[in-house]
């Protein structure tokens, strides 16, 4: 553990209205409830001003904007004395259909981030993905480690990883206060219904068969979304600046036995799905060595049982139909028109 600890008063939070964003907003506001947070939120298709209700407000102000706005970011980050960055565009199939938004949001909107926190001194913590790293097959003994060389496949995580290497070099040549955070796959409430786990929850509420890409032995690794927020507040205060942290909870699963376990939750037959054709590209496996975070910043993961995780994630959605109901008939059209 380091002796110096870094606690910020007020923290900028780009992309607090989407996923993991909302879910690390929570948990700063319950865990930290001195700490003022604004959220600068583009509110795409997968931001929604509801993942924040419930979080106590006296704190908390949302700012409807995009990280690409140089004039509105200088004017938050100035306020601010950490950002970090959860705002991009994330879907692999999306990004497949059209790679442009990607560029805007994922590169153009990072540069526009850090070059206000450079110019102000700012705290700036990214949050990345393991997918920089590309894949591993289903044998390597390997896990990703932050030494390993970025080798992304996909239009989403090419520019996942130019961003990664600008914050890099904005670290190296300017002093930019900077970390990075590689996180493997995320489950947990307020996922978008887009995503692997919550699409196949939502067509089974609504008596749909899933859809399960390829032969379904793609094996990704899966974390709580509550122990990804504690990395990123772990290597936010007690990071050591220029350094990238990869978290993973130590929990590979292939596709076809996470879609099995859900069926299981469903009473519904485990081959009641349709195989559907493979995704262009798509990586076999991630697997996280965590190592280092748990090493230097004393790092753990809470939710080690991810049959009770995903047990509580379908629970939630079952709840929560209003919340997830007109995107996921939009998303199902997105999916007929892109022919997946
Ligand atoms: P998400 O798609 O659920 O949310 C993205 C949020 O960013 C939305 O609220 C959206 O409105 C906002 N946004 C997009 N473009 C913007 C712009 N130009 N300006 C302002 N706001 C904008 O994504 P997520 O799953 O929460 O992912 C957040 C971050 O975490 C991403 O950087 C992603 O690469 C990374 N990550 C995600 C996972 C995962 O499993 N979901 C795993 C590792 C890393
Ligand atoms: O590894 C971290 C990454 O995890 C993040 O950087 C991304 O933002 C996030 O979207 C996620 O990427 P994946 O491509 O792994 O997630 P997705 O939920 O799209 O797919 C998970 C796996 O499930 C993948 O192997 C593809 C497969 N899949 C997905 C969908 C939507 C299916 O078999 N059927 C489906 O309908």
Same mark, same amino acid.
């Given at each position: 553990?380091?002796?110096?600890?870094?606690?910020?008063?007020?923290?900028?939070?780009?992309?607090?209205?989407?996923?993991?964003?909302?879910?690390?907003?929570?948990?700063?506001?319950?865990?930290?409830?001195?700490?003022?947070?604004?959220?600068?939120?583009?509110?795409?298709?997968?931001?929604?001003?509801?993942?924040?209700?419930?979080?106590?407000?006296?704190?908390?102000?949302?700012?409807?904007?995009?990280?690409?706005?140089?004039?509105?970011?200088?004017?938050?980050?100035?306020?601010?004395?950490?950002?970090?960055?959860?705002?991009?565009?994330?879907?692999?199939?999306?990004?497949?259909?059209?790679?442009?938004?990607?560029?805007? +949001?994922? $590169?153009? =909107?990072?540069? /526009? &981030?850090?070059?206000?926190?450079?110019?102000?001194? #700012?705290?700036?913590?990214?949050?990345?993905?393991?997918?920089?790293?590309?894949?591993?097959?289903?044998?390597?003994?390997?896990?990703?480690?932050?030494?390993?060389?970025?080798?992304?496949?996909?239009?989403?995580?090419?520019?996942?990883?130019?961003?990664?290497?600008?914050?890099?070099?904005?670290?190296?040549?300017?002093?930019?206060?900077?970390?990075?955070?590689?996180?493997?796959?995320?489950?947990?409430?307020?996922?978008?219904?887009?995503?692997?786990?919550?699409?196949?929850?939502?067509?089974?509420?609504?008596?749909?068969?899933?859809?399960?890409?390829?032969?379904?032995?793609?094996?990704?690794?899966?974390?709580?979304?509550?122990?990804?927020? +504690?990395? $990123?507040? =772990?290597?936010? /205060? &007690?990071?050591?600046?220029?350094?990238?942290?990869? #978290?993973?909870?130590?929990?590979?699963?292939?596709?076809?036995?996470?879609?099995?376990?859900?069926?299981?939750?469903?009473?519904?037959?485990?081959?009641?799905?349709?195989?559907?054709?493979?995704?262009?590209?798509?990586?076999?496996?991630?697997?996280?060595?965590?190592?280092?975070?748990?090493?230097?910043?004393?790092?753990?993961?809470?939710?080690?049982?991810?049959?009770?995780?995903?047990?509580?994630?379908?629970?939630?959605?079952?709840?929560?139909?209003?919340?997830?109901?007109?995107?996921?008939?939009?998303?199902?059209?997105?999916?007929?028109?892109?022919?997946?």
């Amino acid at each position: 553990m380091f002796e110096t600890c870094f606690i910020p008063r007020h923290v900028l939070v780009a992309g607090g209205c989407g996923f993991i964003g909302s879910n690390l907003v929570r948990y700063i506001v319950r865990e930290h409830p001195d700490v003022a947070v604004t959220v600068l939120d583009k509110l795409t298709y997968a931001g929604n001003p509801e993942n924040l209700s419930g979080i106590p407000g006296e704190n908390l102000r949302l700012v409807v904007g995009d990280i690409c706005d140089a004039e509105l970011v200088g004017r938050l980050v100035a306020e601010a004395d950490a950002v970090v960055n959860c705002a991009a565009e994330t879907h692999n199939d999306n990004s497949i259909n059209d790679p442009t938004p990607f560029l805007d +949001s994922n $590169v153009r =909107g990072t540069f /526009t &981030l850090i070059d206000a926190c450079r110019l102000r001194g #700012v705290r700036y913590h990214h949050v990345s993905t393991d997918e920089v790293y590309g894949e591993l097959t289903l044998d390597d003994p390997h896990r990703f480690n932050e030494d390993d060389p970025y080798r992304p496949s996909s239009p989403y995580s090419s520019t996942k990883a130019a961003s990664d290497l600008l914050v890099r070099a904005w670290a190296r040549t300017y002093g930019l206060k900077a970390t990075i955070s590689g996180c493997s796959n995320n489950y947990g409430p307020y996922q978008h219904v887009e995503k692997f786990i919550p699409r196949q929850i939502t067509s089974l509420i609504d008596g749909e068969r899933p859809k399960l890409y390829g032969d379904g032995r793609n094996v990704r690794d899966w974390i709580h979304v509550d122990d990804h927020s +504690s990395a $990123v507040w =772990g290597i936010l /205060t &007690l990071g050591r600046l220029g350094e990238t942290y990869l #978290v993973g909870a130590g929990s590979e699963r292939n596709n076809l036995s996470v879609l099995r376990e859900i069926l299981s939750a469903f009473g519904r037959a485990e081959d009641d799905f349709d195989w559907v054709r493979d995704r262009p590209g798509h990586d076999r496996r991630y697997a996280i060595d965590a190592s280092k975070l748990i090493r230097e910043l004393g790092w753990k993961p809470v939710h080690v049982d991810f049959s009770a995780g995903l047990f509580d994630t379908i629970e939630w959605y079952r709840s929560n139909e209003g919340w997830w109901r007109v995107a996921k008939r939009e998303t199902e059209a997105r999916y007929a028109a892109m022919g997946f």
